[in-house]
């Protein structure tokens, strides 16, 4: 299991230290939550940070923009290194094209589904996509209650790419703890989100539990 922990349940006072802290606890990547307070009611920081960021770890950027008018955003933040770049399709009339551009750019691109938004959204960009991220939770804030529907929605999406044959990887976000993180990997998640779960401590210990799922 990959694990991608949220840097938004870190302190922000102490961001360097607690993404040294990720990176040495063995963290396959590092999810960057950047919201808009027009997509999802709250905010975050945006590529100048991200941007900065990248000098101080060479943990993978993971990507997860919860933000309108993505076309205008992404080479910002494809340029300041982010490896992977989610965007939601909720949030996005040009799916295709935007998918395309962060290809374009260098970076990998994916997909990810709100929790009432049905996985026959993907039917067609299934040749499209590095990752597919299913929302567990209403985007927006850390710390919320995993949706046990998203399970299905989970096992649904993984017989799709086992069937396709392309590698994608199949991403969890949301309330992800020791309780709902085995019954997303059961269903067939890749990798896993965690903010909360993972800040709570020992962190290294549970980024090792995540991972050995
Ligand atoms: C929610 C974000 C998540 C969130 C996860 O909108 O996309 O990445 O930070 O936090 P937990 O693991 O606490 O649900
Ligand atoms: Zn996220």
Redesign the pocket.
């Given at each position: 299991m990959l694990v991608s922990p949220?840097l938004?349940?870190c302190d922000f006072t102490n961001i360097e230290r607690d993404v040294a802290r990720l990176e040495a606890a063995g963290a396959d990547m590092l999810?960057l939550?950047v919201m808009d307070g027009h997509f999802?009611p709250n905010l975050t920081f945006g590529f100048a940070l991200v941007s900065q960021l990248r000098k101080k770890t060479s943990l993978v950027f993971d990507t997860?923009l919860?933000i309108e008018n993505v076309e205008c955003f992404i080479p910002q933040f494809a340029e300041a290194g982010s490896g992977y770049i989610t965007v939601h399709f909720e949030a996005d009339r040009h799916l295709y094209r935007t998918l395309e551009l962060i290809k374009s750019l260098g970076s990998k691109a994916g997909v990810a589904l709100n929790p009432a938004t049905p996985v026959s959204m993907l039917d067609e960009v299934y040749g499209l996509v590095d990752m597919i991220l299913v929302m567990s939770?209403e985007?927006?804030?850390?710390?919320?209650s995993f949706i046990p529907s998203s399970l299905a929605k989970i096992a649904a999406i993984r017989a799709e790419i086992d069937k396709r044959k392309r590698p994608v990887i199949l991403q969890v976000?949301?309330?992800?703890n020791g309780k709902s993180a085995p019954l997303a990997a059961k269903a067939g998640a890749d990798a896993l989100?965690?903010?909360?779960?993972i800040f709570d401590g020992p962190i290294e210990e549970k980024i090792k539990l995540l991972q050995a799922l």
């Open positions: 949220s938004l349940s999810h939550d999802v997860h919860m939770v985007p927006g804030f850390a710390g919320q976000d949301g309330g992800i989100v965690s903010g909360s779960y």
